[in-house]
């Protein structure tokens, strides 16, 4: 067993769990989804990120792309919490477009943990 | 991924990024959730926006103060923890960034990318040359002169600094790396279709034929030009078929040979090389007993030279040894040349010449000094081994000095460079002193220092030329000699060389032109210019062959 490995998929597979915590729920619904959710699912992502870095492998590149669509995802949801807040404008549509960039960071994250599985299958060891 | 510079930054700054996701959003999280106080008193919580902001400019030691409100006891105890937190990964992350510049090894992707981007902009044929050294950089410079791109790979980096500092007319993309592995032979562009030539003459032979053999397996259309002075490695070097072995050695026996017999041929090759001026005066080396000092490599050659000329010999040597025979009949001694007492022996006095041959420049020196003072008539020929004391040697006073360096630079480039120059001298160089003797007065008519210039019959340099051949009508290489004043005379220019495809024709004359064929003239500046016109220009050709002037066809145009 390797402790790298295990930290690494531990990274993956939390990155993509919490983002599901925030997104599930109603979207139009403020109360049902957690800014401390975003938060951890923000750090989370980029924790995931870093860790991609640094394999040169065809496959090593495509995990990294998928987490970079998902930490612009993410911080594009922030973003526009931010400023909406700041500027008073908390209204349906403006909380339903942070729900759906987190939605689409989601699938970023699910496509990740799939290829890592589909890598982890294919390894003989 | 071929962008290994910027892999290495990231790979460099995976744990420090990471020091600062998780300690900034453990700052964050902390002053996101302790409760705060704002001028009125009522409890309230920094937004996660708040929070950032705050920590961003905590951590960088910006420090614009506490906001949006001071900060309560509970939060400024949570802020103390957090700077020592922070700070103190932002530093560490920078300190990480540094010295992931400062590495060599990125420094060394980064300039290995640049060398690759400047070998896929070089746009003419280039040449890649291996190791730094003087002789390369006369060689580079020359074949910059010549219109050729250079390429230049060494092992020690601080010659390639060294290189930097040298001033050639164009940039020269140069690469700290091992020439002799494939990998570094195929960044510089061995592959490319436009790469001429690879230039290879290091002391260690056998470094010179791997190159060859390297070049040989990744692009066979790459010429080689390799030093091969060791029988077994230069026989080698001509097995792979794509190699021209340099041998100063062979090049001076050569000439020694020449120069017994025929000095025309001798000051023709000078000439071509740009040693000396056709004025100079051409003397039968004399015939006599000879003595040789140093039994080398060099030595060997010049003996069997003397033998085909039944010149009688002596050979002094230190260090090598001879056949019995030889020294039975006491035409070779084994003791330090340097010697009066020895020197007398083997008879100095009624010798005609004494060739100083040893591979150290400062023994060669001293061997002459002695000798003259024993015989001041005796004809000094001696080796230069190295171009540093070449002040040294023009002050000894010696009748030839042959400077191995020199002969080295001379024939890579004029193999590479003028490829015409160098086949017209291979066919010179076989003709007899009758011959040479012909050519030199009727080279001498045209000035002591003639111009050589080749003209290729193409599109491009004898565009006239090539549209009458196109529409059969003949061409005869004569008409590129008349005057444009009046047909019937002639400007002062001799074609030297004819070459088609496989065939070659020394001294052309009265010869048919056809597509493709390459001349070599030896000309002034005059009828250098009169050649590229009436090559180039319809209305001069017409001129040179019809001796009337061609009519404009605009009117003929219109009716017919």
């Known amino acids: 067993m390797n402790l790298q490995k295990v930290i690494s998929g531990f990274f993956f597979i939390f990155a993509m769990t919490i983002n599901f915590g925030f997104f599930y729920g109603d979207i139009a619904k403020p109360e049902l989804h957690s800014v401390y959710e975003l938060f951890a699912a923000l750090v989370i992502s980029l924790i995931s990120t870093v860790l991609k870095i640094g394999d040169k492998t065809q496959l090593g590149a495509v995990l990294l792309a998928t987490s970079l669509v998902a930490d612009i995802q993410l911080i594009a949801a922030v973003t526009v919490w931010t400023v909406t807040e700041y500027l008073a404008i908390v ?21 990740s943990v799939i290829l890592y599985i589909g890598e982890t299958l294919k390894s003989k060891r | 991924m071929t962008n290994n510079a910027l ?3 990231l790979q460099k700054l995976r744990v420090p990024l990471l020091v600062i996701i998780v300690t900034y959003s453990i700052a964050i999280l902390g002053m996101v959730l302790i409760p705060g106080m704002d001028d009125n008193g009522n409890v309230y919580h920094l937004t996660f926006f708040d929070a950032f902001y705050f920590v961003s400019y905590m951590a960088s030691t910006i420090g614009f103060g506490e906001s949006p409100y001071a900060f309560t006891y509970a939060q400024k105890l949570w802020v103390s923890f957090c700077i020592y937190l922070t700070v103190v990964g932002w530093f560490y992350a920078i300190g990480a960034l540094v010295t992931a510049m400062t590495n060599k090894t990125l420094h060394f992707e980064i300039m290995k990318n640049r060398f690759k981007k400047q070998i896929s902009q070089l746009q003419g044929k280039f040449v890649i040359v291996l190791g730094y050294s003087y002789v390369n950089v006369e060689i580079i410079q020359k074949l910059l002169e010549n219109g050729l791109e250079v390429v230049l790979i060494d092992e020690d980096e601080n010659k390639i600094n060294n290189f930097l500092l040298e001033d050639f007319s164009k940039y020269v993309p140069v690469m700290v790396g091992n020439g002799l592995i494939t990998e570094t032979l195929k960044d510089a562009g061995i592959m490319r279709d436009n790469c001429y030539a690879v230039i290879s003459l290091f002391k260690e032979e056998d470094k010179n034929l791997r190159a060859s053999i390297l070049t040989k397996f990744l692009n066979e259309k790459v010429h080689v030009v390799a030093k091969g002075t060791i029988e077994d490695i230069a026989n080698s070097l001509l097995d792979t078929d794509i190699t021209k072995v340099i041998n100063p050695f062979e090049v001076f026996a050569k000439r020694l040979d020449i120069a017994l017999v025929s000095p025309h041929i001798l000051l023709l090759e000078n000439w071509i090389y740009g040693n000396s001026k056709l004025n100079d005066k051409t003397l039968f080396l004399p015939k006599g007993k000879y003595i040789i000092c140093g039994y080398g490599r060099l030595g060997k050659l010049i003996q069997t030279r003397l033998e085909k000329h039944n010149i009688p010999y002596v050979f002094i040597d230190a260090k090598r040894v001879a056949k019995r025979e030889m020294v039975q009949n006491e035409q070779f001694f084994k003791a330090n040349p340097d010697n009066k007492d020895l020197l007398c022996e083997v008879g100095i006095k009624e010798s005609i010449a004494l060739i100083a041959g040893t591979s150290h420049d400062i023994d060669n020196l001293s061997i002459m000094i002695t000798a003259k003072k024993l015989n001041p008539d005796i004809y000094l020929i001696a080796r230069e081994n190295t171009m540093k004391e070449m002040s040294l040697f023009q002050a000894a006073n010696v009748d030839w ?27 010179a160089l076989k003709q007899n002193e009758i011959w040479g003797k012909m050519l030199i007065n009727r080279l001498r008519l045209i000035g002591n220092n003639p111009e050589i210039m080749s003209l290729c019959i193409n599109n491009k340099d004898a565009y006239a030329i090539e549209t009458e051949l196109q529409q059969g009508i003949d ?13 019937k005379k002639q400007h002062k220019a001799i074609p030297l060389l004819l070459i088609r495809g496989e065939k070659t024709m020394l001294l052309p004359h009265q010869v048919s032109l056809k597509l493709n064929d390459e001349l070599l003239f030896a000309t002034d500046r005059d009828s250098q210019n009169e050649i590229e016109l009436i090559a180039s220009n319809i209305y001069e050709l017409h001129y040179a062959m019809y001796g009337i002037e061609k009519q404009i066809g605009i009117f003929n145009k219109l009716y017919t």
Do not use: C, Q, Y
Not at chain 1, 95 to 101: E, G, V
């Open chain 2, 7 to 9: 892999w290495i930054i």
């Open chain 2, 401 to 427: 000095l042959f400077m191995i360096e020199r002969i080295i630079i001379n024939k890579t480039s004029m193999f590479l460079a003028n490829p015409l120059k160098e086949h017209f001298l291979r066919l």
């Open chain 1, 91 to 111: 209204d349906v549509e403006a909380f339903a477009a942070i729900i759906s960039l987190s939605g689409g960071a989601l699938l970023a994250n699910i496509t």
């Open chain 2, 475 to 487: 061409v005869n290489s004569d008409v590129l000699l008349r005057s444009l004043e009046n047909w």
